[in-house]
């Protein structure tokens, strides 16, 4: 039972997409399933059937591809790399001598690709599995080419079954739990605005704390899961690491702001500050509702100008106080009300580039 509350917790929350991962596992079968049922049903020899399942799992499993394109380009590359290299791996597999050869040469081949990224390393180790398969079993070379006959088979038939009969779109899930992280990290940014320091507050924000960073955890698991790399594309707008990149960031932006908001709070000179504060603090809360739903229709174009304008009246009220030049002991005051501006500042640049991301459209364009 905790296993299953766990997977519950991760994966399934109502109001989360993770429904899909247990639906893409469902195609990714039925994919073999039918290709295997098919390969039956035209006649295949019972020593090739399972040579069209790895056909076809080659195509289901080893995916790579931040869109559908490449995502396609990928499985036709690694069928391609499977079918020419079976025969050889077969026919090799009767030579000891060479054999070792060809392996260290599939393997060194392994370890050097992932320089070339996620789909290729995808590519390599699918092409390193079946050809592993090929070699402890050794026969003819016109064994070989009928094994490549039923692994072109098998992955042309799920090729058309993901891509084309059963064709799902992780873009929208991705994008779906980017919303829910960032509609959580709104809510645990609207706790911090609102907290008076008690204890049942503190308990409160915590506890949002976590589920939002939780909420940010299932986003990266779902790119991982679906062989996107997270660090791709970080310096775009555009793409699932880029937005991931920003959900991390704003976390960390809420959590400076959650360290320093009760800034001078025993201080008579800074109330009226502290007031324009959690005024700018309450309308910057909607924003991160604005940016969620925008997330899925790429409207962005979040109008930032009011809080902006907002932040450096602060920012110019305070300087004018000059409480950092004065012998009062408001110097640490100051600092504190100094670090809360920053602080809401840095959000408001987090909104900004988030904006921009939103205003990209298909900001995760994956299959």
């Not at 799992?57 to 069928?79: C, D, H």
């Not at 992932?114 to 050809?131: F, K």
């Not at 070989?144 to 891509?163: D, M, Q």
């Not at 779109?169 to 907290?195: H, M, N, Q, W």
């Amino acid at each position: 039972m905790k296993i299953i509350s766990e997977f519950y917790r991760i994966f399934i929350r109502p109001v989360d997409p993770g429904l899909f991962m247990t639906k893409y596992a469902a195609k990714s079968i039925c994919a073999c399933l039918v290709a295997l049922l098919l390969a039956y049903l035209v006649g295949m020899s019972n020593k090739f059937l399972q040579w069209s399942v790895y056909g076809s799992m080659v195509v289901v499993v080893f995916r790579a591809g931040s869109t559908l394109a490449k995502r396609k380009a990928v499985a036709r590359w690694l069928a391609l790399a499977v079918i020419c290299l079976v025969p050889v791996s077969t026919l090799i597999g009767n030579y000891p001598y060479l054999l070792e050869i060809y392996l260290f040469l599939l393997a060194f081949a392994v370890f050097f690709v992932p320089v070339l990224g996620v789909a290729a390393a995808t590519a390599a180790i699918g092409t390193l599995i079946v050809n592993l398969l090929a070699l402890t079993s050794p026969a003819t070379l016109l064994i070989g080419l009928e094994r490549s006959g039923a692994v072109l088979f098998g992955a042309t038939v799920s090729y058309l079954f993901i891509f084309y009969l059963w064709p799902m779109k992780p873009e929208k899930v991705l994008t779906r739990a980017g919303a829910v992280a960032l509609t959580d990290i709104g809510d645990y940014f609207r706790a911090v605005a609102s907290s008076t320091g008690s204890r049942p507050d503190l308990k409160e924000i915590s506890e949002i704390h976590e589920r939002s960073v939780e909420s940010v955890r299932r986003y990266r698991r779902f790119m991982e899961a679906m062989n996107v790399d997270p660090v791709k594309e970080l310096g775009s707008y555009e793409g699932p690491s880029a937005l991931y990149a920003l959900l991390v960031r704003m976390i960390e932006a809420v959590v400076g702001l959650a360290n320093s908001r009760q800034f001078a709070e025993h201080s008579a000179v800074f109330s009226d500050m502290r007031f324009k504060f959690s005024d700018i603090a309450g309308r910057s809360s909607i924003v991160f509702d604005v940016l969620a739903a925008s997330l899925s229709t790429g409207s962005g174009g979040v109008d930032l100008q009011d809080i902006d304008e907002g932040i450096a009246e602060l920012e110019g009220e305070l300087l004018r106080l000059g409480a950092y030049k004065r012998d009062e002991g408001l110097r640490d005051e100051f600092l504190e009300a100094w670090g809360a501006i920053y602080g809401l500042r840095n959000l408001s640049m987090e909104f900004a580039e988030m904006s921009k991301l939103c205003c990209k459209g298909g900001a995760c364009s994956v299959r």
